[in-house]
């Protein structure tokens, strides 16, 4: 019996496993390091470190082994003869250095990011920094459902998009905000601003997002809000190949029969159609679509891939590459949307629908008038591809790297409006009955009212490709000079060279837009012949523009070239105390060249043979049957009316700043210096025959000849900084900051001449005398970080604007909008932020850590004397107004889980944004009629995630993305109106992903 006992103890043990546990720390700054990866050599078993840098191996079969620790961005350590027991476990730690020569360095501050974007390494990053820095890392823009920039810049304390897509940082919108992609601005294709489009840009590509709040000498002059720095991915140390492919389902598009597109519409594979879509011939009939048609909606998917690695040769030569490439295709349909105008029609009374034309007359049949009280539907269908490529190589202290990035979009836009309570209301003002549309002698149809707001039905069809590519070549040396000394207070080390060059293009084609309108007219009965007439439709036409037919074809291009280069000389050094700092200069040129080209059709005289009219009932597509009609399209040289404006512009901005980092004690860093930075704007206008503009100071329309109209401004400007950042205690810093920045004029704002994104639509008038706005920045934060899983900060910041350029409302023949300089403005507001590991409280929660910010924002703007006296002449007291686009607040929740050695990763992300001024208070119909101030309302996004590790190399993961789905509405507000009346409404729908990725290492 003891034999047997002995065998099967024996048996027992040998069966039995050990397992292998420990920490791995970030040996540069004694920080945990998470998403580090533990592997066992001879067995291919492996472990990824959590937040606090803990692994655990188990099942590990008794002897001895080697195990790797390692991370993207740091320096592999190998543990050799790791002995693990039967049933015991094995303590191993591990700390890895960064490698901060990974080939893709852009400033030495930033060295830190480019290795994995883990968010502890960038929160480290924001207490080096000499601005006052928040980021975002791919990884947590990937738990938060972020699809591009766009979505992952909303998850940063104090910033999102406006409705464009552009940066607001601090209630401050575009043009106080320079975006960068890896510090170089690109150009912009977007015709109204010089703004760059961040949902053009696919999260993933992207290795972070960093907003810097403050300016700093080597930041551009008009980083006013903050400056909004794209850091792309980059070399990787070892080889590697990931590969990710996508599926989702929109609640609002997918299955959906009303989905809408047109005949031939649609994009294509790569969305690069615009070149197959020709001019308009000029006096033939158009044969292809004018309206909206019912299509399949389509399956959206996406997938991605990326390679790259690098080697070092023995003679210390390091060269390297990688590869990221990316397609989408996305769809999205708002079906239940409205666009409703409404105004006052003298003080006290409340609003009422906007009109053209008469309802002045005491007897309503006399009322001859539409309205915008507009039923949405809209459908757009897209593609998205791109990538992105680097290239390396480093010797010695020298570094010089190569990037590109080339974006594409393809959007393909049909939409249908139909206004048909215009009706319904002014028949219950006119008549007090309920209007009934199938009722030939009911009130409103008779044909002495058929004028009284009739049915509208306008259908448009747009197709757009943005492009957008950069190739930049930037370089870092150690100079060869030694080290030297000024007296006992500095002992300068090697200077420090970097530099850039970048080409950078971007391109709007909008090769074809359609517009068609057409007001539809029910049976009616005419009392004075018995006669009921059939219902038909009538050509719908823009009211400034009345010769014009119903339908417009508008082809759009814009080209805008950047070519950039920065050259920084860092001169590093050890001060009195033998503390670290520098001294930095640097050189800064951008130009900028734009061409704008627009040319537009229409139908300008009735069909040939026919009358411009369609029978039918409402439900009937006069589209549908137009191209059949034998509808001569022009250019409007036969009738004197060729109108459009192109134009050149440039934008030249050269700079050279100076500054200094100095400690001056262990706890107290000084930030200070100055940047001279000079702009030069112009604009050349080319105008077709007919073309009018406004000369400077007038509002009568003149005819445009060559050389008028052109606008040519220069300016200087000197830009101090000074920031200071002491430590409180060992766990808290406070930072003061000070600067003067500027904001400038877009190409458009400075045109004097008409401007229409569509024949008859809304008109703008640029101002040739608008001038740069100039700010000044004041900026405190306390942070307090007692360990690495902790962070708590509140932020005070005050910006005093002078000049802020701002839009009103004019009125000639027509109303128009004009840019001007208020006087003065200000804007100010606090930003709290706390992270959190729960695991500090409580051992259960391991892996559980909580984020949340807030910011709450205070604007106002002075209202010209000019404009606040033209309120007064209507009744009201409107001297100040809030600031357009800055949202009152933005609150950020999210909660994330990595659930201990199970490969699960789960991510909630809670996101508010406040009430926000889309237009100000404006008058219209010669000071008679008041428009209350539009506000954007407050609405939430709710997202949630989770991962889950399938095996070493394989991934999956669902996403469920805007699960609250709010109606985004826009009201009219203001204090001397009772009430909200609704402007806008949409909503986009829930959308749900699955995706599995793939990973290798070699």
Request: glycine share 10%.
């Given at each position: ?998 990973n290798f290492q070699f």
């Amino acid at each position: 019996m003891s034999i047997v006992f002995l065998v099967s103890s024996a048996k027992a043990q040998a069966q039995q496993t050990g397992s292998i546990r420990g920490n791995v720390q970030d040996a540069d700054f004694e920080a945990p390091l998470p998403l580090g990866k533990v592997e066992i050599v001879e067995t291919g078993q492996f472990a990824e470190t959590g937040t606090q840098g803990e692994y655990l191996l188990t099942g590990i079969v008794p002897g001895t082994y080697t195990v790797v620790f390692s991370k993207v961005g740091y320096t592999k350590e190998v543990s050799v003869d790791v002995a693990v027991l039967p049933g015991q476990l094995t303590d191993l730690d591990a700390s890895l250095s960064g490698d901060f020569t990974d080939l893709d360095p852009f400033v030495v501050e930033e060295a830190i990011v480019l290795g994995g974007a883990s968010e502890l390494g960038l929160l480290n990053l924001r207490f080096e920094a000499p601005a006052l820095l928040d980021t975002i890392g791919r990884d947590l823009m990937t738990r938060g459902g972020a699809s591009d920039a766009a979505d992952g810049l909303k998850l940063v304390s104090g910033a999102t998009v406006a409705a464009d897509s552009t940066a607001v940082v601090r209630g401050l919108p575009d043009r106080y905000v320079s975006s960068q992609v890896n510090g170089v601005r690109l150009p912009s294709a977007n015709e109204d601003k010089r703004a760059v489009e961040l949902d053009q840009y696919s999260a993933v590509v992207i290795e972070s997002i960093q907003v810097s709040k403050t300016f700093t000498p080597d930041q551009q002059g008009d980083a006013s809000g903050g400056a909004v720095n794209i850091v792309l991915k980059s070399i990787p140390d070892e080889p590697v190949f990931s590969f990710q492919g996508a599926t989702s389902y929109n609640t609002q598009v997918t299955n959906n029969k009303a989905f809408l597109g047109y005949r031939d519409g649609g994009v294509g594979a790569l969305g690069l159609e615009g070149d197959e879509r020709g001019p308009q011939p000029i006096g033939e009939n158009w044969t292809g679509a004018v309206g909206v048609s019912q299509v399949a909606p389509p399956t959206d998917y996406k997938f991605s891939n990326a390679i790259g690695g690098s080697t070092e040769f023995d003679s210390g030569f390091k060269v390297g590459g990688f590869l990221s490439m990316f397609y989408e295709k996305d769809s999205s349909f708002a079906q239940n949307a409205r666009d409703d105008s409404w105004w006052e029609r003298g003080p006290g009374v409340g609003l009422t629908p906007e009109i053209t034309g008469s309802d002045g007359g005491t007897e309503p049949d006399s009322w001859d008038l539409t309205t915008s009280l507009f039923d949405i539907q809209r459908a757009t269908r897209s593609v998205q591809w791109g990538g992105v490529a680097a290239a390396g190589v480093e010797w010695d202290d020298n570094s010089v790297g190569l990037r590109f990035l080339y974006t594409h979009t393809a959007d393909d836009q049909a939409v249908l409006a139909t206004d048909t309570r215009g009706k319904d209301y002014y028949v219950q003002q006119g008549y007090g009955v309920q209007y009934d549309p199938n009722d030939p002698a009911g009130a409103g149809n008779q044909t002495e009212q058929l004028d009284i707001a009739p049915y509208l039905r306008t259908e448009s069809l747009q197709y757009t490709e943005r492009t957008t590519s950069t190739i930049q070549l930037h370089g870092d040396h150690k100079l060869p000079f030694g080290e030297w000394s000024l007296g006992e207070a500095f002992q300068f080390k090697r200077p420090e060279l970097q530099w850039t060059m970048s080409s950078s293009f971007a391109q709007l084609d909008q090769p074809d837009k359609r517009l068609f309108g057409a007001k539809w007219f029910p049976g009616s009965y005419n009392p004075a012949t018995g006669v009921v007439q059939d219902p038909f439709f009538e050509e719908f036409k823009p009211d400034t523009n009345f010769i014009l037919g119903n339908l417009q074809r508008i082809y759009k291009k814009l080209d805008e070239d950047s070519l950039q280069g920065a050259v920084n000389l860092t001169l590093p050094f050890e001060q009195w105390d033998s503390l670290d700092g520098a001294f930095k200069f640097g050189v800064f040129e951008d130009r900028v060249d734009r061409t704008f080209d627009i040319n537009s059709f229409s139908n300008f005289t009735p069909p040939t043979g026919g009358v411009g009219t369609f029978p039918g009932e409402f439900g009937d597509s006069w589209a549908a049957n137009w191209e059949n009609e034998n509808h001569p399209i022009s250019d409007g040289a036969a009738e004197s009316l060729e109108l459009d404006v192109d134009y050149t512009g440039n934008i030249d901005i050269s700079a050279w700043y100076g500054m200094i980092d100095l400690p001056v004690t262990e706890a107290v860093r000084l930030v200070t210096g100055v940047r001279v930075e000079s702009t030069d704007i112009g604009v050349t206008l080319d105008p077709e025959a007919q073309a009018t503009w406004f000369p400077q100071g007038q509002f009568n329309q003149s005819e445009l000849q060559p050389g008028e109209g052109d606008v040519s401004i220069s300016q200087s400007d000197t830009l101090p900084s000074i920031g200071l950042s002491t430590d409180l205690t060992d766990a808290i810093e406070m930072r003061l900051g000070f600067s003067k920045t500027l904001a400038r004029q877009t190409f458009k704002e400075l045109t004097p001449v008409l401007q229409q994104e569509f024949l008859g639509g809304p008109i703008f008038i640029g101002n040739p005398e608008l001038e740069l706005s100039n700010l000044d920045n004041y900026d405190l934060r306390f942070d307090y970080r007692p360990d690495d899983g902790t962070l708590l900060s509140a932020s005070y910041f005050y910006k005093d604007i002078d000049g802020p350029i701002e839009y009103i409302q004019r009125e000639i023949d027509f109303n128009f909008t004009f840019p001007i300089n208020y006087p003065k403005g200000k804007l100010s507001g606090f930003e709290f932020e706390a992270r959190q590991s729960l695991e500090r409280y409580w051992e259960a929660l391991e892996g559980l850590s909580f984020g949340a910010n807030a910011t709450f924002i205070q604007s106002e703007v002075s209202l010209p004397d000019s404009e606040a006296a033209d309120f007064a002449s209507y009744g009201y007291d409107l001297t100040k107004r809030d600031a357009t686009n800055a949202p009152e607040h933005l609150f950020n929740v999210y909660l994330t889980y990595d659930v201990p050695y199970t490969g699960t990763l789960l991510g909630l992300f809670y996101t508010v944004r406040g009430d926000t001024l889309v237009t100000g208070d404006s008058l219209a119909d010669n000071g008679t009629k008041y428009i209350p101030a539009v506000y954007q309302e407050q609405f939430d996004t709710l997202n949630f995630s989770v991962a889950q590790q399938l095996s070493k190399h394989f991934r999956l993961q669902f996403r469920a993305k805007n699960l609250t789905n709010p109606s985004i509405n826009e009201i009219y507000r203001s204090d001397f109106v009772e009430g909200e009346t609704l402007n806008t409404t949409f909503t986009r729908g829930i959308e749900y992903s699955v995706s599995i990725s793939a990973n290798f290492q070699f």
